[in-house]
Antibody, heavy 117, light 113 residues
Framework: EVQLVESGGGLVQPGGSLRLSCATS????????MNWVRQAPGKGLEWVAN????????NYVDSVKGRFTISRDNAKNSLSLQMNSLRAEDTALYYC??????????WGQGTLVTVSS | DIVMTQSPDSLAVSLGERATINCKSS????????????LSWYQQKPGQPPKLLIY???TRESGVPDRFSGSGSGTDFTLTISSLQAEDVAVYYC?????????FGGGTKVEIK
Protein backbone atom coordinates (compact mmCIF):
# COMPACT_ATOMS: atom_id res chain seq x y z
CA GLU A 1 0.00 0.00 0.00
CA VAL A 2 1.32 3.41 -1.00
CA GLN A 3 1.72 5.71 2.00
CA LEU A 4 2.91 9.30 2.29
CA VAL A 5 2.90 10.86 5.74
CA GLU A 6 3.70 14.53 6.22
CA SER A 7 4.94 16.02 9.48
CA GLY A 8 6.55 19.16 10.82
CA GLY A 9 3.71 21.62 10.49
CA GLY A 10 2.72 24.00 13.25
CA LEU A 11 2.37 27.62 14.33
CA VAL A 12 5.26 29.93 13.46
CA GLN A 13 5.72 33.70 13.62
CA PRO A 14 6.16 35.75 10.45
CA GLY A 15 9.79 35.66 9.41
CA GLY A 16 10.32 32.32 11.07
CA SER A 17 11.34 28.95 9.67
CA LEU A 18 9.86 25.48 9.55
CA ARG A 19 10.95 22.19 8.04
CA LEU A 20 8.36 19.81 6.67
CA SER A 21 9.03 16.12 6.13
CA CYS A 22 7.26 13.42 4.16
CA ALA A 23 7.90 9.76 4.97
CA THR A 24 6.96 7.36 2.23
CA SER A 25 6.48 3.61 1.78
CA UNK A 26 4.86 1.14 -0.57
CA UNK A 27 6.43 2.36 -3.81
CA UNK A 28 9.85 2.88 -5.35
CA UNK A 29 10.55 6.37 -4.01
CA UNK A 30 13.65 6.84 -6.14
CA UNK A 31 11.54 6.43 -9.30
CA UNK A 32 9.16 9.28 -8.50
CA UNK A 33 9.27 12.98 -9.09
CA MET A 34 8.12 14.40 -5.75
CA ASN A 35 6.12 17.54 -5.11
CA TRP A 36 4.80 19.84 -2.42
CA VAL A 37 1.34 21.26 -3.04
CA ARG A 38 -0.46 23.57 -0.61
CA GLN A 39 -4.02 24.59 0.06
CA ALA A 40 -4.88 27.70 2.04
CA PRO A 41 -7.94 27.34 4.29
CA GLY A 42 -11.08 27.22 2.15
CA LYS A 43 -9.08 27.83 -1.05
CA GLY A 44 -7.86 25.86 -4.06
CA LEU A 45 -4.70 23.92 -4.73
CA GLU A 46 -1.36 25.62 -5.35
CA TRP A 47 1.72 23.70 -6.51
CA VAL A 48 4.80 24.79 -4.55
CA ALA A 49 7.82 22.80 -5.72
CA ASN A 50 9.04 19.54 -7.19
CA UNK A 51 12.27 17.58 -7.34
CA UNK A 52 13.60 15.05 -9.79
CA UNK A 53 14.17 11.41 -8.92
CA UNK A 54 17.91 11.85 -8.25
CA UNK A 55 17.54 15.34 -6.77
CA UNK A 56 19.43 16.96 -9.65
CA UNK A 57 16.57 19.25 -10.69
CA UNK A 58 14.16 21.34 -8.63
CA ASN A 59 11.39 23.71 -9.63
CA TYR A 60 9.52 26.29 -7.56
CA VAL A 61 6.56 28.63 -7.84
CA ASP A 62 7.79 32.22 -7.95
CA SER A 63 6.23 33.16 -4.61
CA VAL A 64 8.54 30.80 -2.68
CA LYS A 65 11.76 31.04 -4.72
CA GLY A 66 14.69 31.98 -2.52
CA ARG A 67 12.72 31.15 0.66
CA PHE A 68 11.83 27.46 0.33
CA THR A 69 14.14 24.55 -0.50
CA ILE A 70 12.92 21.10 -1.52
CA SER A 71 15.18 18.11 -0.95
CA ARG A 72 15.01 14.33 -0.81
CA ASP A 73 16.83 11.38 0.74
CA ASN A 74 16.36 8.32 -1.44
CA ALA A 75 18.09 6.10 1.12
CA LYS A 76 15.43 7.01 3.66
CA ASN A 77 12.51 7.34 1.19
CA SER A 78 11.82 10.82 2.47
CA LEU A 79 11.09 14.28 1.13
CA SER A 80 11.63 17.60 2.88
CA LEU A 81 10.69 21.24 2.48
CA GLN A 82 12.75 23.84 4.32
CA MET A 83 10.69 27.00 4.63
CA ASN A 84 12.38 30.26 5.65
CA SER A 85 11.18 33.85 5.92
CA LEU A 86 7.63 32.65 6.33
CA ARG A 87 4.75 35.00 5.58
CA ALA A 88 1.09 35.01 6.55
CA GLU A 89 0.23 34.02 2.98
CA ASP A 90 2.17 30.78 3.41
CA THR A 91 -0.51 29.57 5.84
CA ALA A 92 -1.90 26.40 4.32
CA LEU A 93 -2.23 22.64 4.46
CA TYR A 94 0.90 21.28 2.80
CA TYR A 95 0.61 18.02 0.87
CA CYS A 96 3.45 15.92 -0.43
CA UNK A 97 2.73 13.99 -3.58
CA UNK A 98 4.53 12.12 -6.28
CA UNK A 99 4.38 10.14 -9.44
CA UNK A 100 6.22 8.99 -12.51
CA UNK A 101 6.89 12.16 -14.42
CA UNK A 102 5.05 15.26 -13.34
CA UNK A 103 1.67 13.55 -12.91
CA UNK A 104 0.92 13.50 -9.17
CA UNK A 105 -0.65 10.09 -8.63
CA UNK A 106 -0.21 9.65 -4.88
CA TRP A 107 -0.83 12.14 -2.09
CA GLY A 108 -0.39 12.34 1.66
CA GLN A 109 -2.98 13.68 4.08
CA GLY A 110 -1.16 16.98 4.60
CA THR A 111 0.38 18.93 7.45
CA LEU A 112 -0.92 22.35 8.53
CA VAL A 113 1.35 25.38 8.61
CA THR A 114 0.05 28.52 10.30
CA VAL A 115 2.06 31.72 10.10
CA SER A 116 0.80 34.22 12.64
CA SER A 117 2.02 36.45 15.44
CA ASP B 1 2.95 30.86 -16.34
CA ILE B 2 0.04 28.84 -17.72
CA VAL B 3 -3.22 30.04 -16.19
CA MET B 4 -5.97 27.43 -15.84
CA THR B 5 -9.54 28.76 -15.85
CA GLN B 6 -12.38 26.48 -14.84
CA SER B 7 -16.09 26.96 -15.37
CA PRO B 8 -18.52 26.99 -13.76
CA ASP B 9 -17.37 27.69 -10.21
CA SER B 10 -20.15 25.42 -8.98
CA LEU B 11 -22.97 23.34 -10.37
CA ALA B 12 -25.89 21.38 -9.00
CA VAL B 13 -26.97 18.29 -10.88
CA SER B 14 -29.73 15.78 -10.20
CA LEU B 15 -28.74 12.22 -9.35
CA GLY B 16 -28.26 10.22 -12.53
CA GLU B 17 -27.86 13.30 -14.69
CA ARG B 18 -24.75 14.50 -16.54
CA ALA B 19 -22.27 16.97 -15.05
CA THR B 20 -19.85 18.84 -17.29
CA ILE B 21 -16.87 20.88 -16.12
CA ASN B 22 -14.77 23.00 -18.44
CA CYS B 23 -11.12 23.97 -18.17
CA LYS B 24 -9.24 26.40 -20.39
CA SER B 25 -5.48 26.93 -20.37
CA SER B 26 -3.86 30.24 -21.31
CA UNK B 27 -1.35 28.36 -23.48
CA UNK B 28 -1.49 25.02 -25.22
CA UNK B 29 -0.56 22.03 -23.03
CA UNK B 30 -0.22 19.76 -26.07
CA UNK B 31 3.32 18.54 -26.61
CA UNK B 32 4.45 18.43 -30.22
CA UNK B 33 7.05 15.80 -29.38
CA UNK B 34 4.62 13.10 -28.26
CA UNK B 35 1.19 14.54 -29.20
CA UNK B 36 0.02 14.28 -25.59
CA UNK B 37 -1.96 16.83 -23.61
CA UNK B 38 -0.32 17.42 -20.23
CA LEU B 39 -3.63 17.86 -18.43
CA SER B 40 -5.07 15.98 -15.47
CA TRP B 41 -8.23 16.11 -13.37
CA TYR B 42 -8.52 15.65 -9.62
CA GLN B 43 -11.43 15.08 -7.26
CA GLN B 44 -11.23 16.41 -3.72
CA LYS B 45 -13.77 15.57 -1.04
CA PRO B 46 -13.93 17.51 2.26
CA GLY B 47 -11.09 16.66 4.61
CA GLN B 48 -9.33 14.51 2.03
CA PRO B 49 -6.36 14.99 -0.29
CA PRO B 50 -6.95 15.25 -4.02
CA LYS B 51 -7.52 12.02 -5.93
CA LEU B 52 -6.28 11.60 -9.48
CA LEU B 53 -9.12 10.81 -11.89
CA ILE B 54 -7.80 11.51 -15.38
CA TYR B 55 -4.36 12.15 -16.90
CA UNK B 56 -3.13 12.86 -20.43
CA UNK B 57 -6.50 14.65 -20.72
CA UNK B 58 -8.47 11.46 -21.31
CA THR B 59 -6.78 8.45 -19.64
CA ARG B 60 -8.74 7.23 -16.65
CA GLU B 61 -6.68 6.32 -13.58
CA SER B 62 -6.94 2.71 -12.44
CA GLY B 63 -10.02 2.12 -10.28
CA VAL B 64 -11.84 5.27 -11.37
CA PRO B 65 -15.44 4.53 -12.44
CA ASP B 66 -16.08 4.78 -16.16
CA ARG B 67 -18.77 7.41 -15.63
CA PHE B 68 -15.82 9.83 -15.41
CA SER B 69 -14.34 10.85 -18.74
CA GLY B 70 -12.02 13.54 -20.00
CA SER B 71 -11.79 15.14 -23.40
CA GLY B 72 -10.25 18.06 -25.23
CA SER B 73 -6.92 19.12 -26.67
CA GLY B 74 -4.64 22.13 -26.83
CA THR B 75 -6.27 24.71 -24.58
CA ASP B 76 -9.83 23.48 -24.03
CA PHE B 77 -10.75 20.51 -21.90
CA THR B 78 -13.82 18.93 -20.33
CA LEU B 79 -14.47 16.55 -17.47
CA THR B 80 -17.79 14.74 -17.77
CA ILE B 81 -19.58 12.71 -15.13
CA SER B 82 -22.11 10.80 -17.21
CA SER B 83 -24.50 9.84 -14.43
CA LEU B 84 -23.95 11.70 -11.17
CA GLN B 85 -23.86 9.60 -8.00
CA ALA B 86 -24.13 10.84 -4.42
CA GLU B 87 -20.48 9.96 -3.80
CA ASP B 88 -19.38 12.29 -6.60
CA VAL B 89 -20.13 15.40 -4.52
CA ALA B 90 -16.73 17.07 -4.38
CA VAL B 91 -14.57 19.83 -5.78
CA TYR B 92 -12.90 19.05 -9.09
CA TYR B 93 -9.63 20.60 -10.28
CA CYS B 94 -7.89 20.59 -13.63
CA UNK B 95 -4.09 20.67 -13.55
CA UNK B 96 -1.44 21.27 -16.18
CA UNK B 97 1.91 19.53 -15.91
CA UNK B 98 3.24 20.74 -19.27
CA UNK B 99 5.57 23.37 -17.86
CA UNK B 100 6.81 24.82 -14.62
CA UNK B 101 5.29 26.26 -12.59
CA UNK B 102 2.67 23.54 -12.55
CA UNK B 103 -0.73 25.13 -12.12
CA PHE B 104 -4.25 24.20 -11.07
CA GLY B 105 -7.62 25.56 -12.02
CA GLY B 106 -9.63 27.30 -9.34
CA GLY B 107 -11.92 24.33 -8.78
CA THR B 108 -15.54 23.46 -9.53
CA LYS B 109 -17.84 22.43 -6.71
CA VAL B 110 -20.34 19.74 -7.71
CA GLU B 111 -23.47 19.31 -5.62
CA ILE B 112 -26.73 17.37 -5.83
CA LYS B 113 -29.79 19.29 -7.00
Amino acid sequence: EVQLVESGGGLVQPGGSLRLSCATSGFTFSSYWMNWVRQAPGKGLEWVANIKQDGSDQNYVDSVKGRFTISRDNAKNSLSLQMNSLRAEDTALYYCGGGVGWIITDWGQGTLVTVSS
Amino acid sequence: DIVMTQSPDSLAVSLGERATINCKSSQSVLSSSNNKNYLSWYQQKPGQPPKLLIYWASTRESGVPDRFSGSGSGTDFTLTISSLQAEDVAVYYCHQYHSSPLTFGGGTKVEIK
